[in-house]
């Protein structure tokens, strides 16, 4: 996992902040990159003043990610 990301439960969270000067487009662009290459998919976006999107992305852990258990 990256600096930022959480997990709960069955999720992990990535949260992502693009600045005010990121065109909608980019910003598509970029979101769609980590969609198909990442296995992300969109669970928030807030736009606050100035323009500044902060996005939270969300994936499910797979078996692999998740720790193992000690019997």
Not at 20 to 42: C, K, M, N, P
Not at 53 to 61: E, F, G, Q
Request: hydrophobic letters at 40%; zero cysteines; charged letters at 30%.
């Amino acid at each position: 996992m990256a600096e930022g990301d959480t997990a709960d439960g069955e999720w992990e969270y990535r949260p992502v902040q693009l600045s005010g000067d990121v065109s909608r487009l980019t910003a598509a662009v970029r979101l769609a990159i980590q969609a198909e290459f990442g296995g992300w998919e969109l669970a928030r976006v807030r736009l606050y003043p100035g323009g500044v999107r902060k996005v939270v992305l969300r994936r499910r852990r797979s078996s692999r990610m998740l720790p193992e258990l000690s019997i």
